[in-house]
């Protein structure tokens, strides 16, 4: 079945690079999406990248895509307190709905 | 802030109430998803409305229930609460036919069941 998963902590320094990665099942996914939660709120896209793709960069993001491998990362460049949140990689499967994982807490320590 | 509209914010009800749950949509998106997010968990796919019509289905049982109105505003319905239906509920709006490419989500309702 689908599925996606993620480790559930991880803690930085400010300043330093943040690595958050995922795994999923669904070879069939098209769109892999990468959101942020923050206590309290709703969820915020930060970037997606389509199956076809290796790489996406948006300022301080990058996503890397390893379809063989069917793993996904998100890196944070000079990681500030305020990217202190839950992040969620998801998966869409070309029908209707998107599967999430249980998504990556991020401390941020000054 | 991505134009997508919840209501109420907050809400309590005790086992066997029925409870709805209201989502506006952005402007021009024509398909409606729901999600529910149980504590310390990611999002679970409840269903998806398309022009008014159910478009698809996660392993939710019939007791969730949903509409959508011409203006593309939208209902989640919960009949037979249940302690575990305690969650946030997120729906997501999109445009296009086959639902998300990039969904947009609302705050969300926060639902405890007593």
């Known amino acids: 079945g689908e599925d996606v998963e993620q480790s559930l902590f991880l803690s930085v320094r400010e300043g330093d690079s943040s690595v958050i990665n995922c795994t999923y099942t669904d070879s069939s996914s098209t769109y892999l999406y990468w959101y942020k939660q923050e206590p309290g709120a709703g969820l915020q896209l930060l970037t997606y990248?389509?199956?076809?793709?290796d790489m996406k960069q948006d300022q301080r993001l990058t996503v890397l895509l390893n379809k063989k491998d069917k793993h996904l990362s998100l890196r944070i460049a000079d990681t500030q307190t305020g990217d202190s949140a839950i992040y969620f990689c998801?998966?869409?499967?070309?029908?209707?709905?998107?599967?999430f994982g249980a998504g990556t807490r991020l401390f941020v320590k000054a | 802030e991505t134009g997508v509209t919840q209501s109420p914010t907050h809400l309590i009800k005790t086992r066997g109430q029925q409870v709805t749950l209201r989502c506006s949509s952005q402007s021009g998106h024509n398909t409606v998803s729901w999600y529910q997010q149980a504590l310390g968990q990611g999002p679970q796919f409840i269903f998806q409305?398309?022009?008014?019509?159910?478009?698809g289905r996660g392993n939710f049982p019939p007791r969730f229930s949903g509409l959508q109105f011409p203006n593309y505003s939208s209902e989640l319905n919960v009949n037979a609460l249940e302690l575990d239906d305690s969650a946030l509920y997120l729906c997501?709006?999109?445009?296009?036919?086959?639902?998300?490419?990039?969904?947009?989500f609302g705050p969300g309702t926060r639902l405890l069941v007593l």
């Open positions: 998801a998966e869409y499967d070309g029908g209707f709905k998107t599967i």
């Open positions: 990248i389509f199956s076809n793709m």
């Open positions: 409305y398309y022009r008014e019509e159910e478009n």
């Open positions: 997501a709006s999109t445009r296009g036919d086959r639902g998300s490419e990039t969904q947009y």
